[in-house]
């Protein structure tokens, strides 16, 4: 939370907005409304509006005046507090059951098993130092800690929700064999099935509500490797997190997760404009911006797996029909939303790539995914002849580092 200074102005009685302080003003990402403890906010916000010109929340490049003390975001989770909806130790943390990721709480054995999985560790440094009559000497360690706890946790969590929605911004496989397949991606349309004689590897593409690193080895990788075994598989392919093909998967090597759906061909900005655009959504979700972690969780696999299925056919123009999905993204409306819509509101929001990628992608939410344009500039009817100069073009716009346009 931030206020500027700006010019005095002459109160008569003497009350009203302080003269050195405009609003107040919040950024999503940067001071969100729940970036203090629930139990403070509304006093606090209440007290600081007694000497304010009202609240402002940061909308892309703008400042958009709302009401602070009736917003939703007053009700989301403090950051720093436990996940509502996890297990929890009686000192607020996640209990030892679910803590099969702390070294300290480990058994020789486990521990060697966890390290031949995993090279990252997470090390909490926090100070021992008074804060204060009212706070214990331990607050930075404790918060240290807790983060890496919650960072730990993360990790092992593929984000699904974001999942149908990167067609409408990355299609670009309309043509196969020299055919419109009428399909914008046709690319993911092959992902889903080419693995069919082990298919437990892609499943439904969208990652099933599994947390945690042994529920994932157990339901997840135990799975692919079961079916491994029956089809007779090498021993080289049991046991490995890249056998699992789904969208996006957790690897615990790089304690990172892994999307997968990106079918993205023009040219190097538009690539890294759209990998940019869908990694800020991601941020959001992990930081909870616009839903808590439980209500995501709590989302259906199937109706993802539904709304992909659509966006593989119409890229952008993907029709959203639940409602609460878009408010899972921070979008309140009445009217028909597509994901090229959703697209347009969500990433004013939360991209935050360099600043030579916004206008790559803002070609792409202007004038359509690369699949769209390529078809465009091929007509309702082609031949090889208009094969070759499209994807000519493609190759220079490659070269040139240009976005491609009909």
Known sequence: ?????????????????????LSLRFD?????????PAPLRRPLYGLLL????????????????????NDPSLARPYRFEASAGSVEAGDGRPSTAARDYLLAELTWPD???????????LLPVGAIEQHGPHLPLDTDAWDAEHM????????????????????????????VEGRSTGLLDTRLDFYRTNSERVRSMTANVIPE???????????????????????????????????NARGAI????????????IDAQECCASNLAVAAAVSGVVRALVEERWAPLRHQRAWPTESLVDLLSSAIRNGPRAEIHDRDLARMFGVDSSDLLTLGGLWRRVAERTFAGSSDLEEPLQSVLREGTLAERILAALGSEFDRRD????????????????PFRP
Not at 3 to 21: K, Y
Not at 218 to 227: K, M, N, P, S, T
Not at 387 to 401: D, F, H, I, M, P
């Open 387 to 402: 094969l070759r100069r499209v994807y000519g073009e493609l190759c220079t716009c490659l070269a040139s580092g240009r």
């Open 250 to 261: 957790a690897r615990f090597d790089r304690m990172a997760i892994e999307i997968r759906l």
């Open 28 to 36: 999503d990402r940067r001071s969100p409304v729940q970036s203090i």
């Open 148 to 175: 890496c706890h919650e960072v730990a946790l993360r990790c092992t969590e593929p984000r699904p929700l974001v999942l149908p929605l990167i067609p409408a911004l990355a299609a670009s496989s309309p043509v």
């Open 50 to 69: 007694e000497h304010a010109e009202g609240a402002v929340r940061r909308e892309g490049r703008a400042w958009v005046p709302f009401d602070l003390l």
């Open 111 to 121: 521990a060697e098993r966890r390290l031949a999985e995993v090279d990252i560790a």
């Open 209 to 243: 509500p599994v947390y945690g690193f042994d529920a994932y080895r157990a339901e997840v990788l135990g799975a692919i490797d079961r079916e491994l075994d029956e089809i007779g598989a090498e021993q080289v392919l049991r046991g490995q997190e890249w056998t």
């Open 1 to 21: 939370m931030a206020s500027d200074a700006g010019e005095s102005r002459a109160i008569g009685d003497g009350r009203g907005p302080h003269p050195e302080v």
